[in-house]
């Protein structure tokens, strides 16, 4: 083949075949945004994280990150207490004290987060304010900055978005006269982030920067020209964020799988007019061994059926590996929302026929699950074990997001998180 890549995935609008998006509204079962914190403090390594919350909040920080009670840790709750609530203490005069505090502490902290939770959005604690307040004492030392991980209304992967999203006017602006720049968007594990790197840089693409990146000193510089490509299908409140900043969204279908990710470059290589002689010579390898890695873990999952409920927002995506490249059919795929125009691509290469429901009403969700018998079903924690003890094989969801799983070299992993729980149930079987 000659020529420049284009795009493998059409990126526009719906295609007629997509399937249609059914709405449900009820009782959701989701986790809270405060769960972000676990991968983004790794991913930021000079950030703190000062959850304003409860003590349900700490114990559901500390027990998701129950690995790093050892290490020193880049999180902490400031507990919100009785006096807090009831108005006797002045709840700015005791956070402005445990800031001081941890700040005297910790010299190391160039970032600190102010999360907010349900708790500090009940009695009204403007975050934002105190974050200005007190970057007027710290700044350029440590710079202050606030989003909130509440579960009112949100979603567990909702904490990343609001993150991200608050970093993005911090982002230095490009100069008028810099070329085009590529923003990819959304958390990454490092070992990810890095394989990404090596690729861009054997298709000749070094225009690249990464939000969040790994130092919060070395947030890339953003303008008219930078073009973003989501890394991750939850960010719509960041996606905004850089838009009023003069980004523009370079769409994609996202880097989960052999042929999501070869698309995801194919979209970076359209837009830097890379030859498609180039492409093919670097993608040829990866994307062999990622075939190789699925073909064992196809034989396996191939023509197994799978439920899944809405809770991470990377269920589309999820879905269309799932079905394309290991052959399971879909049953139904729950997700919490669906941003018509960041999911368009992947919403092309679903099965036309695929039921797709945005929302949740728990209780008919179930019904539907119970009666369709499913192989599989991918859900939050806490549907997982009711859903087990009636004998139904489940894959926690926030597993996804916890393990590495974008990208050629992940394909198969990603593939095995699937596999895992029906040989696991294979082998208690006797
Ligand atoms: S933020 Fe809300 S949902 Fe999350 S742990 Fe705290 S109280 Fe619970």
Known sequence: MSGVVEHLVPATAVLPSAPSIRTERGQREV??????????????????????????????????????????????????????????????????????????????????????????????????????????????????????GSGIETTFTQGEDACLASLVPDMPSLPAEAPTSLL?????????????RRLFDALGIDNVGFLPPRNSQELPAIGPQTRYLLAQPFLADCARALEQRGAQHLPSAFPLGAEGTMAWFAAAAALFAVPQERFDAVMAAPTARARAALQPLREQLSGVSIFFFPDSQLELPLARFLSRELDMRLLEVGTPYVHRSHMAPELALLPADTVITEGQHVDNQLDRCRASKPGLVVCGLGLANPLEAEGIATKWSIELVFTPIQGFEQAGDLAELFARPLTRRNRLVV
């Open 184 to 196: 990819i968007v959304g958390s990454l594990a490092d070992v990810v982030e890095d394989q990404f």
């Open 31 to 148: 986790f809270c945004g405060l769960t972000g914190i676990i991968w983004l403090h790794r991913k930021i390594q000079d950030a703190f994280f000062l959850v304003v919350g409860s003590r349900t909040c700490a114990h559901l920080i500390q027990s998701a990150a129950g690995v790093m009670i050892f290490a020193e840790p880049r999180f902490a709750t400031a507990i919100i207490d009785d006096r807090d609530l009831s108005g006797i203490a002045d709840a700015n005069d005791e956070l402005d004290r445990v800031v001081n505090q941890l700040l005297a502490r910790r010299p190391d902290i160039r970032l600190l987060f102010l999360v907010g939770s349900c708790p500090s959005e009940v009695i009204k604690l403007d975050l934002s304010r105190a974050a200005l307040r007190l970057s007027r004492s710290f700044e350029p030392q440590v710079r202050i900055r606030s989003w909130s």
